[in-house]
């Protein structure tokens, strides 16, 4: 039953070789370029004028306290969320001016919603239907986290925990080369954060553009070459990890945030 799902999927998925990995420029050119972006959801401004880009290469920590106008952001860069104001270009591409700029984007959502009715072989085969052109699969997260064990299963039944590694699956299914991911690890179990930090760790050996969003001062240390700190809808950071470090004389990241907060709030 699970053959005939997945008869048009990878042969990875149901048993074959493990997808072709893609090695891209080391360059430091933008893949995500944002001018001016700002949004509005009622009374209430979630973006104020935010400039910022994201280069093939490296590995952006995006951090602020809840409500800063991280998710919006993401979203807003993926095309989920229609800003107010301001431009973005992904991959050379204008959002909203040109959708195929999606082919290059992996995303992951805090909170993943799918059809419940679904099983997860039959959503993987869904898209790639949907995805006809692509040729490139990287199945490396679905094995790793082995999501064979229950792809027959309907996706309204899942845990939390399998959810999320689904998630992180369909973000490198199409073999992007940016990937935004939205609280990576929120909810695993330590074997699945592991897999998913070494997979970032190797896709930014591979010069492509991730930007992480996560409340953990100790994943950002970890992973990211910058941090971008969102707060109230401003960026109030935007350094490389050591430089931000250094300049607060620390090896706390949350106290390095904090001196650098109060000297903006001084000036």
């Not at 064990?149 to 940016?178: M, N």
Request: proline share 4%; aromatic share 6%; net charge negative.
């Amino acid at each position: 039953m699970l053959q005939r799902h997945m008869q048009r999927c990878p042969e990875s998925i149901v048993g074959g070789h493990r997808g072709a990995m893609i090695s891209i420029s080391q360059g430091q050119n933008a893949a995500i370029v944002v001018r001016g972006l700002t949004k509005r959801f009622g009374a209430q401004e979630v973006l104020r004028g935010v400039d910022v880009s994201m280069h093939f290469g490296e590995v952006v920590a995006l951090m602020g306290p809840n409500g800063s106008g991280k998710s919006t952001l993401i979203k807003s860069i993926v095309g989920l969320v229609r800003p107010d104001g301001g431009s973005i270009h992904v991959a050379g591409h204008q959002v909203y001016g040109d959708v195929s700029y999606r082919r290059s984007v992996g995303y992951m959502p805090q909170i993943a919603r799918y059809p419940e009715t679904l099983t997860v072989a039959e959503l993987f085969h869904m898209l790639t239907q949907l995805r006809s052109e692509c040729n490139d699969y990287d199945l490396q997260l679905f094995e790793q986290l082995n999501i064979g064990s229950f792809a027959s299963k309907q996706l309204g039944v899942l845990s939390g925990g399998q959810r999320q590694r689904v998630g992180a699956a369909l973000a490198w299914y199409f073999s992007p080369t940016i990937l935004l991911l939205d609280e990576p690890t929120a909810g695993l179990d330590p074997i699945s954060t592991e897999t998913i930090k070494a997979k970032i760790a190797r896709e930014r050996a591979q010069g492509k553009c991730l930007v992480i969003t996560t409340h953990s001062p100790h994943d950002a240390l970890e992973l990211a070459d910058r941090l971008v700190y969102l707060y109230e809808g401003e960026i109030w950071i935007d350094l490389p990890l050591e430089q931000l470090l250094d300049n607060a004389a620390t090896t706390s990241l949350m106290g390095a945030i904090a001196w650098h907060l109060q000297q903006e709030s001084t000036q």
